[in-house]
């Protein structure tokens, strides 16, 4: 029983990696992070469950405020981006490159 | 304040450098400023030479718990040999302040950092404290080359602190090894020199914690092949940086080998000595040849700084009072004829706007009491008799002899090669045609030639009438020696002392 | 027993004051303030004659003194002690040593005075007196040491003194070169002198280190290690004294002002090495072998630098090559262990090279610092005081009969011959020949026939008094000084080698009448076909020699400064270069570059993983967590 939910929690999480690496729009990409972020959840409170304890739980809340907030944030660095280039292509964001 | 004379020396003048540092002084402010507390430390030196019984042993001592868990504690203390490495300082410091009057503010409150460092680290009991003080003396140097330095500042300042840092790292974990051992074998955390020395140490960790300490002892003298950072750091470097790293800090490189790595390390000592001692010779004969070959007068004069350390090495790893003697002697002389020609080549770069020998000529003429200033100092480097040079290189050579034949005749070579490259640059910048360059070049001011007097003065104090300081130095260097003795009769060097006997016919 | 006076420490200390306080005055005076001549010149002139008194307080002790107790000794202060090694400051008088004070004191006076004419509206006159006095005052420290340490005070001071004069008109690239060359060439002899002297003091030096302990202890030396130090003391000789094969440095050094090559290059200081094998007479004369060596060096040096001096065309040249010359002779004597003849050698060599050295500094005076001698001529009605002192001079050079040169020399010649060396014996005949030659042929071209250069002549005239009384003083000391040690053989009694017997440890060969004779009789032709060769040619005018084949080479003194340039000079110099723009910034400088290009390294490789997009960083990230999970799943197994 735990056991699908673990599953669901770890296809759920791989669909956010591929997300992320393979799509190149920005809020695709901050759609599979937090699709990432509710894998986690999911395999916390499934554990929560399994041990009888709530400290997946508390966890679990804590990732989702987290989340939130990071969505502000991020949201706000989007604006921000957008407002620069008019774009909203990750490719387009490549100052790292060595 | 007595009783915390050294903590004085030690603090004082790093607090004046950081609050010098942090305030918005004038340069004349700073100078003023870095004048009066290197007075002062000088006047606690002349105290503390004069306070000083030279009975053997530490005096001054002052030990408290640093860390206690760790054995680490603040621990500083004087014996014959600190003694005159940090009078040398003390001494050489208020001429930097007077003579240089264009360095910048920062310039000068790094030079009173580095001082404060450099007392720390020549009094530091404990080896922990030393290896603190040891980085606190680099870091100023590295700002003053790399923001205050020539137009080749920064490969010369990315070289010094290659070296310095690569040398500091293997001491550092050398001394962790130490107190590890220590810890081992008698059950407790110390990291007091005292107590290392105690240590019995074998196999192959101990020759790695050796070449640990000797590499960062070696970069610092520094020791062929290890030198090449010191022509490029002695040339971009300021000229009262230039002054600090050849007079005094070169030399703590050999004084931290004879009071560390000495009654620590006796066997691997007496074991690496021939090699060592080859490495100074090697490192005289290289580095005074390439003198020869240099056009801009600072150049040379570093070149010529490495040769001389190479041989005041040398007298480090001959194992024998004589040469040992000559070596602590010849650090307080070297300091004082070298760290005058460099402030002397510093000035003629203020006044000159140029370096290169070929451009300057006549200089005698135009300046009579400048130039017979920096001929006393010139011949005092080359060890002319009646100079303190003379007594510390005969020393060195005398017992090179004893060491080594082939080593002490290499070693006597110095007399030639010093010569060499030394007349070749006087003649170029002080005798000759003056040019129009050097035509308007003036001579000392009163007060310039009074502070170089007291200098001056003890070049040949200590080259007509050296025994008074030889007698605080040798019951200290005899001390020294006795940690070596047994381990270098099993390596078979020749340290006999007492019972000569004369060979028979 | 010795004696201890405190005077002896004061006779060195005079000239040194001297020359501090002429050069304070000198250092703190300026152009408008300038002291005036007439004061300087006095100044200077008080310690060589308080010293010269001093001198022969020092020889009236002595000679109160029984025979074998003439020593007076004091020790000023302990100068450095470290281990067994225990060096005092101390001074010490026997015999041989106060020989040497009183005519190195005596000439230094009258050349201190002839100075005073000499150097009259020289630019730096102070300078040049206080340098003169430095120079005595080291030069006495030298003769008066106590032990080999401060001998070599002395020895490297008058070296320090002999340099600044050489290079003392500055401006001129030429002298300072001059200066450089005699002071490094004079430090390569001091690298023998201080290998030997430490040597000597790690065999036996432990239990005193001054030379009557030295001397004591002579007996435990192996002969290996006496021959070590004998000959290592020996290249420091050759350098002070300018033997093969360090004497290129005393031709060049006349660049220096006449008097000064008076002083130092010919009476004073260049004898200092054979002084100093004399002190050690106690070593050599136990190693013959070495003994040879010297012996044999010395009478080369005589032979080739003679040959040079038969075709130079300045002045000073000719009378630098006939001190090289001379001074071989001495080594030839010490080291035949005929350590009086040799010395005595020495002592009447200072008058008369003296003597033709100011004489020659006259000529120069006169005719405006003009130095070739293919200039000169018939000078004879011009400068009389001059042409007779000189003549004097040249007499007791060359080795004529009855004056100076000739005793002592012959002295020297016939040892050699005593001692069963005919070969030494045979150069040095040959060498008087032509020392007589070469002497007279600069006599001659100067003094005789008719000028050469009128306009020269014409300006011509005598030095002043100041100048010629020591001229005239030295001439006299040229004449007789060889009387005070007249061989038996006509009837004298060898005052000198009597006075210096008990400081040295000499042999006395035994030898026959007739071997004297024939000594003085080969000595006596050769000083006669020298002299009539030259009168030959040069009696009456000569036109310039144009010098072809080995008179070219000769004249070119074999091209022997080339030689040392290119084997040495310029080798030096190369490795000095090479080390500059080779080996520093490519060899030793390796584990920087090292360090340097593999951070380099590294950072191209690392470059390519920066790509700068996001999604590959990701994957980075899942690659590198994917690996860690692994990691950790295979620990917890």
């Given amino acids: 029983m735990i056991l699908d939910y673990l599953v669901l929690s770890i296809v759920l999480f791989c669909l956010g990696i591929l997300g992320v690496i393979s799509r190149r729009n920005v809020f695709t990409v901050f759609m599979s992070i937090e699709l990432m972020l509710n894998a986690a959840n999911l395999a916390f409170i499934a554990l929560s469950r399994l041990h009888e304890s709530m400290d997946g739980q508390v966890l679990a809340m804590l990732v989702m405020a987290v989340a939130a907030a990071e969505a502000a944030l991020a949201l706000a660095v989007v604006i921000l981006l957008h407002k620069h280039t008019g774009k909203l292509d990750t490719n387009v964001f490549s100052l790292l490159k060595g | ?505 | 027993m010795e004696q201890s006076a405190a005077y002896l420490g004061l006779i060195p200390l005079l000239p040194l004051a001297g020359a501090t306080i002429i050069g304070l005055l000198h250092l703190s005076s300026c152009q408008t303030c300038k002291l005036s001549e007439r004061t300087y010149g006095i100044l200077a002139c008080i310690a060589p004659i308080l010293t010269f008194l001093f001198a022969i307080k020092v020889f009236l002790d002595l000679h109160g003194l029984p025979v074998e107790a003439r020593q007076i000794s004091y020790q000023a202060f302990t100068w450095f002690k470290v281990g067994e090694l225990d060096i005092a400051m101390g001074f010490f008088a026997d015999p041989l040593s106060s020989l040497m004070l009183l005519f190195v004191t005596f000439t230094a006076s009258l050349i201190h005075i002839y100075s005073i004419g000499y150097m009259a509206g020289d630019q730096t006159f102070g300078k040049f007196f206080a340098y003169l006095n430095l120079f005595l005052g080291m030069m006495l420290i030298l003769v008066l040491g106590n032990g080999p340490v401060v001998m070599f005070v002395g020895w490297e001071g008058v070296g320090l003194c002999s340099y600044l004069l050489i290079s003392y008109y500055s401006e001129d690239r030429a002298n300072v070169l001059a200066g450089n060359k005699a002071f490094i060439v004079n430090r390569i002899g001091d690298l023998g002198f201080v290998l030997g002297m430490a040597f000597l003091f790690w065999a036996i030096g432990g239990s005193g280190f001054d030379y009557i302990s030295l001397k004591a202890n002579a007996h435990l030396l192996s002969s290996t290690t006496i021959s070590l130090v004998c000959l290592l003391l020996f290249l420091g000789a050759t350098g002070k004294s300018a033997q093969i094969p360090l004497y290129v440095w005393l031709p060049d050094a006349m660049a220096g002002p006449t008097p000064v090559s008076a002083l130092i290059h010919a009476a004073t200081m260049v004898t200092a090495g054979v002084y100093m094998v004399a002190r050690f007479s106690f070593l050599y004369s136990l190693v013959p072998t070495v003994g040879l060596i010297v012996a044999w060096t010395g009478i080369l040096t005589a032979l080739v630098s003679a040959i040079y001096g038969m075709y130079q065309d300045d002045i000073k040249k000719v009378l630098a090559y006939s001190t090289v010359s001379q001074l071989g002779y001495m080594f030839a004597g010490v080291g035949l262990a005929a350590y009086s003849a040799g010395i005595f050698h020495v002592f009447t060599h200072a008058f008369f090279k003296a003597l033709l050295f100011l004489g020659a500094g006259s000529v120069i005076y006169a005719l405006h610092h003009e130095q070739n001698i293919w200039k000169m001529g018939g000078l004879r009605t011009k400068l009389p005081i001059t042409y007779w002192t000189m003549l004097i001079g040249a007499l007791a050079l060359a080795g004529c009969p009855p004056f100076s040169g000739f005793f002592s020399k012959d002295e020297i010649l016939y040892l050699a011959l005593a001692t069963g060396n005919p070969g030494i014996w045979l150069i040095g005949v040959l060498v008087a020949g032509m020392t007589a030659y070469y002497t007279f042929r600069m006599i001659f071209l100067v003094f005789h026939g008719s000028p050469r250069d009128q306009g020269l002549f014409d300006h011509a005239h005598e030095a002043p008094t100041v100048m010629t009384v020591p001229l005239i003083i030295l001439a006299v000391g040229a004449l007789f000084a060889g009387v005070l040690n007249l061989p038996a053989i006509f009837g004298g009694g060898q005052v000198v080698s009597h006075w210096l017997a008990p400081s040295l440890a000499e042999l006395h060969p035994e030898a026959s009448h007739e071997t004297e004779i024939l000594a003085i009789g080969a000595s006596v032709v050769a000083f006669f076909i020298g002299i009539t060769i030259a009168y030959r040619k040069f009696g009456s005018g000569a036109e310039v020699p144009v010098f072809t084949g080995f008179a070219s080479f000769a004249y070119h003194t074999f091209r022997i400064n080339e030689l040392y340039d290119l084997l040495l000079v310029r080798p030096y110099k190369a490795i000095g270069s090479a080390i500059e723009y080779f080996f520093e910034p490519q060899v030793t400088d390796g584990p920087v570059q090292l360090t340097t290009w593999f951070y380099r390294a590294a950072g191209t490789v690392f470059k390519l993983l920066q790509v700068g997009y996001v999604r590959i960083y990701a994957i980075y990230m899942v690659i590198g967590l994917s690996l860690m999970s692994l990691l950790l799943s295979q620990s917890l197994k």
């Fill in chain 2, 1 to 505: 304040m007595f009783e915390h004379v050294l903590s004085t020396m030690i603090f004082l003048p790093i607090l004046v450098g950081l609050v010098l540092l942090l305030l918005p002084a004038s340069q004349g402010a700073a100078r003023g400023t870095g004048l009066v507390a290197s007075g002062i430390i000088l006047i606690l030196g002349i105290r503390l030479y004069f306070g000083f019984s030279g009975a053997g042993g530490m005096e001054f001592s002052e030990i408290r718990d640093l860390l206690p868990s760790l054995g680490i504690s603040y621990n500083l203390g004087v014996d014959g040999i600190s003694l005159f490495v940090l009078l040398t300082g003390a001494v050489l410091y208020p001429l930097v302040f007077l003579v240089m009057t264009n360095q910048s503010k920062g310039c000068y409150a790094n030079l009173l950092i580095t001082q404060g460092a450099m007392a720390g680290a020549i009094c530091a009991g404990d080896l922990v404290l030393f290896y603190i003080f040891w980085e606190l003396m680099l870091l100023p140097i590295f700002f003053m080359i790399g923001i205050y330095g020539g137009p080749k500042r920064l490969p010369a300042t990315i070289k010094i602190m290659l070296y310095t840092v690569a040398g500091s790292l293997l001491m550092l974990a050398a001394i962790i090894y130490l107190g590890v051992v220590y810890h081992t074998q008698f059950g407790e955390w110390s990291f007091s020199a005292a107590k290392l020395a105690g240590l019995e140490l074998h196999g192959g960790a101990a020759v790695l914690a050796f070449t640990g300490f000797m590499l960062a002892f070696a970069i610092k003298i520094p020791l062929f092949p290890l030198h090449t950072w010191l022509p490029d750091a002695y040339t971009e470097a300021p000229p009262a940086t230039t002054f600090v790293l050849s007079a005094i800090m070169a030399k703590i490189g050999v004084y931290a080998v004879i009071r560390y790595v000495i009654p620590t390390f006796e066997a691997e000592f007496a074991r690496y000595a021939l090699l060592l001692a080859c490495s100074g010779v090697i490192g005289m004969i290289y580095c005074g040849i390439a003198a020869i070959g240099q056009k801009d007068i600072k150049r040379l004069l570093a070149f010529s700084s490495a040769s001389h350390m190479g041989i005041l090495a040398l007298g480090v790893f001959c194992m024998n009072i004589q040469a040992l003697t000559g070596t602590i002697f010849q650090i307080v002389a070297h300091a004082t004829s070298t760290g005058v020609l460099f402030l002397f080549a510093g000035m003629l770069e203020e006044r000159m706007q140029t370096r290169n020998i070929e451009e300057l000529g006549g200089i005698a003429r135009q300046a009579p009491i400048f130039a017979f200033f920096f001929a006393v100092a010139l011949l005092a480097s080359v060890g002319l008799p009646g100079t303190s040079g003379f007594i510390g290189e005969f020393l060195i050579i005398l017992g090179a002899v004893k060491f080594h034949t082939a080593i002490g005749v290499l070693a006597g070579t110095t007399l030639i090669i010093g010569v060499c490259y030394m007349l070749w640059m006087f003649q170029r910048v002080f005798f000759e045609k003056t040019n129009d360059r050097t035509a308007g070049f003036k001579d000392l001011t009163g007060i310039e030639a009074l502070a170089f007097l007291p200098v001056i003065l003890l070049i040949l104090i200590m080259g007509i009438y050296p025994q008074p300081f030889i007698a605080k130095i040798e019951p200290a260097a005899k001390e020294q020696i006795a940690f070596v003795r047994p381990a270098a009769q099993v390596a078979n060097y020749p340290v006999l002392e007492k019972g000569h006997v004369p060979e028979q016919k």
